[in-house]
């Protein structure tokens, strides 16, 4: 059910698209041997591009994040869900239209750089409202935004996550909000993020690529993002999911392709042949996950994904994993 490849995964590709926390870096730390592989894929030819669903931060500023983790980005190379929402609002609305902006000052910017007018919510004038994440946002501005979308106001939203990764923990993400909007509204807006087609539909025409890869670390916006736009996926352990949630994927939810870490990239993908690969072996035993043997990381994730799944196409229920240890990723340069 893994695509396995004759080569490394890279030389399939002339973009790699890549969401950042959790794949790039956690936090304010890049993800060990992140910025050594990201090098790597540089250096034979194929292109990388940084694809967030985060709408408060301009590109400029996450690609001076970047490199100062020591992965080498450009503004260019940069593409949020800011700039995928404002690009659906250009070509819907004449240039100069006035759009009423519930979010954070980049996505003001990106709405501006797209030729419309950044106006605030209560702007009679404005013909469609555009929300994203904004940690200054005023419940006022959310009430009346609310309204003017039940009125009939047409609605872009940057994005749907739940959840975002703060200093202090995961907390409510513009999903919470586009909810309670939806809600009182009873109206749905059109979205610009992942798992939405937009942002990575700006990210490959922007680069002219032809064989696109997304690599994330999410289930339900990475990779079922992929899918949406027809590309091939890899996902990587370093980020949200776990074993549990990786055995439980449902089928459009599963990557074309799995590694431990970004390294995977670099490396041939062999293929999965009777829950066998590398060393291990994973099978289901009753309503447990049995997995047995030796080797690298890439494999024991693999095995385990590939038995898990076939278990379940086959009728059984997700398998009990709470007694899997993982295997630690490969160190930088390391073969996997």
Request: aromatic share 4%; glycine share 12%.
């Amino acid at each position: 059910m893994l695509d396995p490849t004759d080569g490394p995964l890279c030389d399939r590709h002339d973009l790699v698209m890549l969401d950042l926390d959790g794949v790039v870096y956690v936090g304010g730390d890049a993800v060990p041997g992140a910025p050594e592989h990201l090098a790597r894929v540089r250096g034979s030819g194929v292109r990388c591009a940084f694809v967030t669903n985060n709408a408060s931060r301009p590109p400029a500023v996450v690609a001076d994040h970047l490199t100062r983790l020591g992965v080498q980005a450009a503004p260019e190379d940069v593409v949020t869900s800011a700039q995928a929402a404002a690009r659906l609002l250009h070509r819907r609305f004449a240039a100069g239209s006035p759009v009423a902006v519930l979010g954070a000052p980049a996505l003001e910017e990106e709405v501006r750089s797209a030729g419309l007018e950044p106006v605030g919510v209560d702007d009679d004038d404005a013909v469609a409202l555009v929300t994203g994440y904004g940690p200054e946002v005023l419940w006022r501005e959310v009430m009346r935004a609310a309204v003017r979308v039940r009125d009939g106001l047409p609605w872009v939203a940057s994005n749907t996550d739940g959840s975002i990764p703060t200093p202090y923990g995961t907390a409510p993400g513009h999903g919470v909000l586009v909810e309670t909007i939806q809600r009182f509204a009873g109206r749905d807006p059109e979205v610009a993020g992942k798992p939405a087609p937009p942002l990575l539909e700006e990210t490959i025409e922007r680069a002219g690529a032809t064989r696109p890869l997304m690599v994330g670390d999410r289930l339900d916006t990475d990779i079922a993002g992929g899918a949406a736009v027809g590309v091939p996926t890899l996902l990587v352990m370093t980020g949200v999911t776990g074993v549990a949630e990786l055995v439980a994927a449902e089928p459009a939810e599963r990557p074309t392709h799995l590694a431990a870490d970004l390294g995977g990239l670099l490396e041939e993908h062999p293929r999965v042949v009777d829950g066998a690969s590398g060393g291990w072996r994973a099978r289901v035993d009753g309503e447990r996950l049995v997995v047995e043997g030796g080797g690298g990381a890439d494999d024991w994730w693999r095995v385990v994904a590939s038995a898990a799944w076939r278990h379940r196409d086959d009728g059984g229920a997700v398998p009990d994993t709470v007694h899997l240890d993982p295997p630690q990723p490969r160190a930088a340069g390391a073969p996997g």
